[in-house]
């Protein structure tokens, strides 16, 4: 198998490039650039990608689906239902209405020697899906299994959900726990931000998994956070140096928002 990955300088997002092999049939995950090193890492490996599977309409994982089709016109461009809608309203280049497909939570695609399951786990977005990759029979040599998370679980954090077309802590709860650490403990993360991680590592290791494991105990400080009052269950460190907050609001309700919105109470 070949995986190939661009990591953008500025917003710390990844865009891959798989093949089952030299020569084999090939996809992308995301395109937020710069795709030009999977471009050239495309034509050294003599393969010829078909598709570009998105895993959430947000710009900082779109920005260069453009440049992908102007260099293989071809190329059919796949996201969620809900995901479609909002990357034709956002207008994005190459993700326009008539350019995009639709890939519904279930669809199993084939590249090969490959197959791609469509996992669905909204809460960073409503139709957010995750991709999980698995070798058919008779795989060639060198595949192995990995699941794509765009911005739902990271090496040591997880999504927010207060970005635009969000959905609910809860969903991002259950997409974590019920569906991506479901998954075989060996399994590979590929994120959509920073570095790749395991779900054996995840769950040992991610301070949200653990407390909802309950391993480590919630917090309880008071805190402002979006500038409301509410309480601070948890904070950890984020893929892009910051923090991400875990809070409480007065009406019992969780939420998960950056932690530079967070500030102890007075």
Not at 27 to 42: H, K, N, R, S, T
Not at 106 to 125: I, K, M, S, Y
Not at 222 to 243: E, F, H, N, Q, S
Request: glycine share 12%; hydrophobic share 40%.
């Amino acid at each position: 198998m070949i995986l190939e990955r661009s990591l953008n300088p500025q917003f710390v997002s990844n865009t891959y490039l798989v093949a089952d092999g030299e020569g084999g049939p090939a996809f992308f995950v995301d395109a937020g650039g710069p795709v030009a090193p999977l471009i050239e890492a495309a034509e050294r490996h003599g393969i010829t990608p078909t598709h570009v599977l998105l895993t959430h309409h947000h710009w900082d994982h779109v920005s260069e689906v453009g440049e992908l089709r102007e260099r293989w016109p071809e190329l059919r461009v796949l996201a969620g239902p809900l995901e479609c809608e909002a990357l034709v309203q956002a207008g994005i280049p190459g993700a326009g209405e008539g350019e995009l497909g639709v890939i519904e939570a279930g669809d199993v695609l084939r590249f090969g020697e490959l197959e791609v399951h469509a996992l669905p786990t909204p809460g960073h977005t409503a139709g957010m899906l995750s991709f999980l990759l698995t070798p058919r029979s008779g795989a060639r040599e060198g595949a192995s299994a990995g699941v794509f998370t765009g911005d739902t679980l990271f090496r040591d954090s997880v999504g927010g959900v207060r970005a635009p077309g969000h959905s609910t802590y809860a969903d991002l709860r259950s997409s974590i726990m019920d569906t991506l650490m479901a998954l075989a403990p060996a399994t590979v993360i590929y994120p959509g931000h920073s570095q790749q991680t395991t779900v054996a590592r995840e769950w040992e290791s991610n301070p949200f998994i653990r407390v909802w494991r309950g391993l480590d105990p919630e917090g309880s400080q008071p805190c402002i956070a979006m500038d409301k009052p509410a309480t601070l269950v948890l904070r950890c460190g984020d893929y892009d140096g910051g923090t991400k907050a875990w809070v409480r609001w007065p009406d019992g309700a969780d939420d998960i928002v950056p932690g530079s919105k967070v500030t102890p109470a007075a």
